[in-house]
């Protein structure tokens, strides 16, 4: 059975940072996509960052542009999110998502391209 489980959400002042990881079990994702997306209440669930198997391509939403970093460890199987100068805008649950498979395009961007998602971490920012 595939998990992924995240950590590391928190309640951080503006301009503060957090650390999220995001660990997966019962697979590897090998060719396969990892990605980030958060959901405020009473919103959608939005694309925040993605990075393929290899590192050598990310994504992000301009909301987040200079201010997060996507990163992934394959050996243990795990993604992380660095988000650094937060602002209550960035307050929300954030999951992570996996696909084994590649994906191309405006499919990285796409929560329903990802066939696995975590139960995700809130992260609270205050002003």
């Known amino acids: 059975q595939v998990q992924l489980v995240e950590s590391g959400g928190g309640l951080v002042q503006a301009g503060g940072s957090l650390r999220l990881s995001c660990a997966a079990s019962g697979r590897t994702f090998t060719n396969g996509a990892m990605g980030w997306f958060r959901q405020a209440p009473g919103k959608a669930r939005d694309f925040v960052a993605a990075?393929?198997?290899?590192?050598?391509?990310?994504y992000y939403d301009d909301s987040v542009k200079g201010r997060f970093t996507i990163s992934r460890d394959n050996a243990k199987n795990t993604v992380y999110l660095q988000m650094n100068s937060l602002t209550p805008e960035d307050t929300a649950v954030y999951y992570c998502?996996?696909?084994?498979?590649?994906?191309?395009?405006?499919?990285?961007?796409?929560?329903?391209?990802?066939?696995?998602r975590g139960q995700g971490t809130q992260v609270t920012v205050s002003s």
């Open positions: 990075i393929s198997w290899s590192a050598i391509n990310t």
């Open positions: 998502a996996a696909q084994s498979t590649r994906l191309y395009g405006s499919s990285w961007y796409d929560p329903s391209n990802y066939g696995y």
